[in-house]
């Protein structure tokens, strides 16, 4: 049972360049989320699925894309990166409505240069 | 919108200290709330969660009581070791989906 999956690890990209983070889980969980890591602003959500086929825009949304169809993956893309997106990026899962733990992957750095 | 301030750090202690961080927030309804440690190069784990008002969580040695009346979510804990060292986010659980909503964050490092 490995919960919650994220790859890569790390990642260099230049700018312009696309690229997709990778994120599964084993829990069969509903509800899956992306949120980036920057200092001094804690974590803030970029995209958010609640099953699939359903995705939403969470604080963060400009410049990645999400889709889900199937419960256990969620990629997030990069459509063109830029520096700005210079983080780290976690996802998410919980169990569904009137669950309220999340379970939280190892997380993406990235790195735009 | 829902908002978490949550105590500026870092923060250093010695072992043995007494450990509080400060945690406010903002919210319509009536939100769950949460600490979240995170250890370094790792994911955030759940380290306490209260869903309703006077709720007290607990976890190794961590506590925090959910204050409706102050609107305040206060992480504490009686004698901190080396291990505790780790940032420590405060976070809400509010709306349809539930989605969580963190503080800023606290660096706690504590010395031997």
């Known amino acids: 049972n490995a919960g919650v999956t994220q790859t890569p690890k790390f990642q260099v990209l230049k700018t312009g360049q696309s690229m997709t983070l990778q994120c599964a889980q084993d829990?069969?969980?509903?509800?899956m989320s992306w949120y980036r890591q920057d200092p001094g602003m804690g974590l803030r959500l970029i995209h958010y699925?609640?099953?699939?086929?359903?995705?939403d825009q969470g604080e963060v949304p400009n410049g990645y894309n999400v889709s889900r169809s199937t419960t256990e993956d969620f990629p997030l893309r990069l459509l063109s990166a830029a520096p700005s997106q210079t983080s780290v990026y976690f996802c998410?899962?919980?169990?569904?409505?009137?669950?309220?733990?999340?379970?939280f992957g190892p997380g993406t750095r990235l790195t735009v240069l | 919108g829902d908002s978490v301030t949550q105590m500026e750090g870092p923060v250093t202690l010695s072992e043995e200290a007494f450990l509080t961080i400060n945690c406010t927030y903002t919210?319509?309804?009536?939100?769950?709330l949460f600490w979240y440690v995170q250890y370094p190069g790792e994911g955030l784990q759940l380290l306490l969660k209260?869903?309703?008002?006077?709720d007290k969580g607990s976890n190794k040695g961590f506590e925090a009581t959910y204050r409706k009346e102050t609107t305040s979510f206060h992480l504490e804990k009686g004698s901190v070791q080396v291990s505790d060292s780790a940032v420590y986010f405060c976070?809400?659980?509010?709306?349809?989906?539930?989605?969580?909503?963190f503080g800023s964050g606290t660096q706690l490092t504590v010395l031997p």
């Open positions: 699925s609640v099953g699939a086929g359903i995705t």
């Open positions: 919210a319509t309804g009536y939100p769950s």
């Open positions: 976070a809400l659980s509010a709306g349809s989906a539930r989605q969580l909503t």
């Open positions: 829990m069969n969980h509903e509800y």
């Open positions: 209260a869903t309703k008002a006077d």
């Open positions: 998410a899962t919980r169990a569904g409505t009137g669950y309220n733990e999340q379970f």
